[in-house]
């Protein structure tokens, strides 16, 4: 395995291992910048990702301390099953944005496949090919 002979913006040789028979490494590599590009923006459109979970850990949280109360008696059983319903509510909100959230990716994605077969076919568009 040899190491990445690209210069960082540190002014130092990468320490990379090369790869495809070429002396760069994934990084460097100008035949992976698309890939690289398309991670990058994956990464900053799932950042968001993490917040549906705490949301959901809260919605639990507060289901949890429902039940204890009303098992308690501090809370009355319709006024509890009412509240019940609405932080259900709530976990459905959280579940149906998600899965729009997702659609619009793997449209995203779709649309990219698209463009890249058309730019392999040479203009020609997905319909008229068929």
């Given at each position: 395995?040899s190491q990445?002979?690209?210069i960082?913006q540190?002014?130092?040789r990468?320490?990379?291992?090369?790869?495809d028979?070429?002396?760069?490494?994934y990084s460097?590599?100008?035949?992976?910048a698309d890939?690289?590009?398309?991670?990058a923006?994956?990464?900053?459109q799932r950042?968001?990702?993490?917040?549906p979970?705490?949301e959901?850990?809260?919605?639990k949280?507060r289901?949890e301390?429902?039940?204890?109360?009303v098992?308690?008696g501090?809370?009355?059983?319709?006024?509890?099953?009412?509240?019940?319903?609405?932080?259900?509510?709530a976990?459905?909100?959280?579940?149906?944005?998600?899965?729009a959230?997702?659609?619009?990716?793997?449209?995203a994605r779709?649309?990219?496949?698209?463009?890249?077969l058309?730019r392999?076919?040479?203009?020609?568009?997905?319909?008229?090919?068929?």
């Open positions: 395995m990445c002979t690209a960082t540190g002014g130092e990468c320490k990379g291992v090369a790869i028979a070429s002396s760069l490494c460097h590599s100008p035949n992976h890939a690289r590009k398309r991670a923006r994956k990464g900053g950042g968001g990702r993490g917040r979970m705490t959901l850990a809260s919605i949280a289901l301390r429902l039940a204890e109360d098992l308690a501090r809370i009355d059983r319709g006024d509890a099953a009412v509240a019940g319903q609405l932080l259900n509510y976990i459905r909100t959280v579940s149906v944005g998600l899965k959230r997702e659609q619009e990716e793997l449209e779709l649309a990219e496949i698209e463009q890249a058309e392999q076919r040479g203009g020609t568009t997905y319909e008229s090919a068929g």
